[in-house]
């Protein structure tokens, strides 16, 4: 582990006014889910990013070695929460100090499965982001686990296994879609459906969007609450669907079918008032408009769903980020390209990159990490691709999803965590 000095830190804190190390319940100083706070890819409008990225704007402050995975880093008030597999056996979870990286505590269970020999290059360790609401923490095991751990102790409170539940099959990919955490309960896609859990036991609200687990099991896609005209709901893309489920009874308020090569429909689907922006691999993108109308039946209004636009390019397993009215998405082909949303069209396409790119964009700035281990700077801008800066940072894969919480950046490569801090360039 590598210690940095963090008095430059102190010092970009107290230009904006804020404590030095941690913010308190501030969630602008936390990152608790897939995607962050408001798991839409977007942090918080301060500090301000530079507008490049090198060794003196982005500075190590410290690295804890660590075995493969592919969650994304938790950012909690005062420790970072991190999984592994070992030794092809064990899944654990570890919370770190988030000044130095300290181990606080470590908990553990069986867990491993084996991934179809296409697959195998992508490993055979947990993969999905966890979740936490300040008190718990919810895990996602590669085996269809769900574990939930006090925050503070470690110490686990309850465990689902969905395959033994349902008595669904074990998914080929392993646990893939992140639960989402919401009032008293908790979401997940998982025992090739879509449930939801009461937070405090862990036991079955309602399941709703079964299916049979089809040739590779339960769904890739993370799920999101949304308004969507003018009614509160959670947005699911299934193997093969959109659908929009209603909070309450897990009812179907609309749904959508969504092409894609074997079901793989992996990208968390965007929001936008309206609107639903998809891609899929294999498929296409489309953005769909959703209205409501009164209908003549005892159900009350119903939702219709209606195309606005497709456009041939695919997705895979980026998700976009949206900025002034254009979506910027990484596509299958390792191209980066800039959707005008409201009709569709190709503003620009880049040469290829790597395979994935985790985003988190800041006001007109997209911070976009590489699985090859790059980290890349860009502005928002419809009329090209403008790269303000790109630097290499890992030498191991970066699957992982960035976690950007103020003024600090955390990094999970395949064989560690470290956290970087953005600092102002020297005049």
């Known amino acids: 582990m590598r210690l940095l000095p963090i008095g430059f830190a102190m010092f970009v804190a107290g230009l904006f006014g804020m404590p030095p190390t941690l913010c308190g319940s501030d969630l602008d100083a936390t990152w608790s889910q897939w995607r962050g706070p408001s798991r839409d890819g977007q942090a918080a409008v301060l500090p301000l990013w530079p507008d490049r990225i090198d060794s003196v704007t982005l500075v ?230 959703l209205t409501q109308s009164d209908a003549a039946s005892t159900a009350g209004k119903t939702i219709s769903v209606t195309e606005r636009w497709t456009n041939k390019v695919q997705g895979y397993m980026s998700t976009p980020v949206v900025i002034d009215r254009h979506i910027y998405t990484h596509l299958k082909n390792g191209r980066f390209a800039c959707i005008e949303l409201a009709t569709g069209k190709e503003r620009w396409i880049t040469q290829p990159f790597g395979k994935y790119w985790s985003l988190v964009a800041q006001g007109p700035k997209i911070l976009a990490l590489d699985e090859r281990g790059d980290l890349l700077l860009i502005r928002a801008n419809p009329e090209k691709f403008e790269l303000l800066g790109q630097r290499h940072i890992s030498d191991s894969p970066t699957w992982a999803h960035l976690a950007v919480c103020g003024d600090e950046v955390f990094v999970r490569d395949l064989n560690g965590v470290a956290v970087f801090r953005w600092s102002a360039p020297p005049e």
């Open 60 to 289: 190590e402050q410290w690295r804890v070695e660590l075995m493969p995975s592919y969650s994304g880093p938790i950012v909690g008030e005062d420790r970072i929460f991190v999984t592994e597999t070992r030794d092809k056996t064990t899944e654990v979870v570890q919370a770190l100090s988030r000044i130095g990286g300290a181990v606080l505590w470590s908990a553990a269970w069986p867990g491993a499965t084996s991934v179809p020999f296409f697959a195998r290059e992508n490993g055979e360790w947990i993969r999905a982001t966890p979740a936490c609401d300040g008190e718990s923490l919810f895990v996602a095991g590669i085996r269809e686990v769900l574990v939930c751990l006090d925050t503070t102790t470690g110490t686990e409170r309850w465990r689902v296994d969905f395959v033994e539940r349902f008595k669904s099959p074990l998914p080929t990919f392993g646990f893939v879609s992140s639960p989402l955490v919401d009032g008293e309960n908790v979401y997940v896609q998982a025992g090739a459906s879509f449930v939801k859990l009461n937070k405090r036991n862990g036991a079955t609200v309602w399941r709703s969007l079964q299916d049979s687990g089809g040739m590779h099991g339960s769904a890739f896609s993370s799920p999101l609450k949304a308004t969507i005209v003018g009614q509160s709901q959670f947005l699911v893309q299934t193997r093969d669907k959109l659908v929009g489920v209603e909070e309450a009874t897990g009812m179907e308020l609309w749904s959508q079918k969504i092409e894609a090569f074997r079901g793989m429909n992996i990208l968390t689907p965007l929001v936008v008032g309206d609107a639903v922006f998809t891609s899929s691999y294999g498929g296409k993108s489309w953005l769909f408009d």
